[in-house]
């Protein structure tokens, strides 16, 4: 394969549910030498290499990236450790990075206030395991807990709708910049595990043993916690960590 295919966009050819996922580092190479890299290791048919103008470069970290990577939601936990190995080859992330990841929502349309309503309810404790810098103009806080009520031109929020008119997805903007597996893999259960209870949470969850347990994913409580005690000590007695 050659690696200029890892300069082309991809898209579903089936209508088997797929998550994509936008990595935003600073790296000590361009983007020639990742897509041989890529290609090497036979992944590059799910990535994109593009430039992004908002990510700030360092003195040793000339190179500004985003990598695009489209994966079966069934897969992920197998492909994501390795294309993030070969990001972290040279690369690292700064506070202008950010980790996208867009939810397909072709077949499940029937349930987009459903899935909006509760990641909207999930907003409080997604916030608090990330940077409070996250909230600034490109990932800013959802207000409206109906979708109808969403400017849906407007994609500057951490959960974008803007991107179901494009992408059939929602996007979710809120993670702050990382190449590490285990982060990116327990944000993927976390957001998975929202997108997938099948009932309407009625209210903002602010504490984390609440949201874990009605989630049915105690296995992350201890994970949740730690972060936000790293970037949200102030607001420790708050989330109840």
Known sequence: ??????????????????????????????SEYLA???????????VEIKGDGSIQQENQYPF?????????????QLIIPKILKILRDGGKVNESCGLHIHIDMRSRKQNLQLIYNNLFCAQPILYAMNPVSRQNRFAKKQQFKKIELVKRWRRNFGINICSLETKNTIEVRIHSGTLHTESVLNWIEILLAIVRYDKLILARIKQSNIFCKKLNINNMLHYINDKIKIYNSQLRKIYNV
């Open 36 to 46: 041989k890299k890529i290609v090497k290791a036979n992944l590059g048919h799910l």
């Open 64 to 76: 500004t990236h985003e990598v695009t990577v489209l994966v079966l939601e069934k897969e992920y």
């Open 1 to 30: 394969m050659n690696f200029e295919t890892c300069f082309i966009e991809k898209y579903p050819k089936d209508l088997k549910r797929y998550l994509g996922l936008e990595f935003e580092f600073i790296s000590k190479h361009g």
